[in-house]
């Protein structure tokens, strides 16, 4: 007697990895948009297409730096920025990271949050990785919305590269850290919409201080080969 023939249900093939959502259509916003590496971001973005909404504390900041940008970037205050998106980047100074999450956590519920932010100390040795009580920054994020959908990625990109309208590619992959697979599979397509760059998962969100720390290491060797390095994940 076959399986089939027992009344058991075949099972379904694996989904395919790289079979990803078209995200085209999503508004992307961006809090801490008019800091280096969220204005870089919102200049990718929007240089591929994507609807993007530069956030600020201050929405005159906002508005001026995303017509700096051009491509159709809109600027605002934070929480109207986050009100008006789908998908929103948090590239916010560490510092400032648990404050700003808390006074738009009613603006955030519902909404898919991608953390980008890496807890760093710097001294005269150079970089190094703080662990937030949470264990990351990304988990403070989850737990300070309890409402919203939160993921992490885009920590190990050059604010560099990433606003230089001389480069057409940027040559990297994007670690994505999430508890969803919907989520994660979202923010891997919208990494992927930047030439160059490939959303690749890199599990959930306990795994995510060792994420951010890596920020760190890739200080150092950029301020030792000169240079703007980024990650490349090798046999997938």
């Not at 530069?54 to 001026?64: F, K």
């Not at 040795?125 to 937030?132: E, F, I, Q, T």
């Amino acid at each position: 007697m076959t399986t089939n023939d027992s009344g058991s249900a075949a099972k379904p093939p694996a989904k395919d990895p790289w079979d990803l959502p078209d995200v085209s259509g999503l508004t992307v916003g961006v809090l801490g948009g008019t800091g280096p590496q969220g204005r870089g971001l919102a200049y990718r973005l929007a240089r591929a297409g994507q609807k993007v909404v530069i956030g600020s504390r201050a929405a005159d900041r906002a508005g001026a730096a995303a017509a700096e940008l051009g491509l159709g970037v809109e600027g605002a205050d934070n929480a109207e920025c986050a009100r008006r998106s789908d998908i929103v980047i948090v590239a916010v100074p560490w510092d400032g990271h648990a404050a700003t999450l808390e006074s738009l956590r009613e603006e955030l519920a519902g909404k898919l949050v991608v953390d980008c932010v890496n807890p760093l100390g710097f001294d005269k040795k150079g970089a190094y990785a703080l662990k937030p009580e949470e264990g990351s920054a990304a988990e403070q994020a989850a737990a300070l919305l309890p409402d919203s959908r939160v993921t992490a990625a885009f920590h190990h990109l050059s604010a560099v590269l990433l606003q230089d309208e001389a480069i057409d590619e940027i040559d990297t992959d994007v670690m994505v850290l999430g508890e969803a697979r919907a989520d994660t599979d979202t923010v891997q397509a919208l990494a992927s919409r930047i030439p160059g760059m490939r959303g690749v998962f890199a599990g959930r969100l306990r795994n995510a201080h060792q994420v951010e720390s890596l920020v760190a290491n890739l200080i150092s060797v950029n301020r030792r080969y000169k240079a703007h390095a980024g990650l490349r994940t090798t046999d997938v």
